[in-house]
């Protein structure tokens, strides 16, 4: 029979902090979409997708999708998985293709876009993106896995406490001052660098 292309489905969110949801919102959402998104949080797992179609609810962060659940063909499955990207090591990271870099501590966890690290300070004549990139340059970052939830390989790149440091010490090349509090203030061993498919 194969798959359908679109699901009728229950959207609802819990607000954090309290004891609270948003009204449910029903919605039409393609196939493959709702696949994309159980892939963000089992990988590409058969077994697991087929038990949460069976089942009709998928919990992602704050939001909770349901439908009617239905036990779909494993081949069909098998077809429609075989779309998605696979991890590959083999492949080399590449500045150009970059959209993403997290910088990574004990209790940090700091994100920050290309859009954002490339914008540039007044008077400045680097940015912090280029910062970022230099360090990928100089030490090659070691290949992690495909985030479906990002669409992007992970790549990461352990700091030495002088790197880390010099890191740090470029954070007033960032052009918006929360952001850039947040960097020099933190304790970062890592970068992980995030580089989508062309």
Known sequence: MGLPDTMHVKLSSEEAGDISFTAVVNQEIRLAELVEMMLGVTGKNLDRIHDLLRRGTLVSGASRWRWEGWDASREDLADLLARFPDPDPARPFSRENCVRAVLKGPSAR????????????????????????????????????????????????????????????????????????????????????????R
């Open 110 to 197: 700091i994100e920050i876009t290309r859009e954002t690290g490339e914008a540039r300070r007044m008077f400045h004549h680097t940015c912090f993106w280029d910062v970022l990139m230099n360090a990928a340059a100089a030490s090659a970052p070691r290949y992690l896995d495909y985030s479906y939830k990002h669409r992007a390989d992970r790549y990461e790149l352990p700091l030495t406490s002088e790197q880390a440091a010099r890191v740090k010490g470029c954070s007033n090349s960032i052009r918006y001052t929360t952001l850039e509090a947040h960097v020099r203030d933190a304790v970062i061993h890592s970068i992980e660098f995030h580089v989508a498919r």
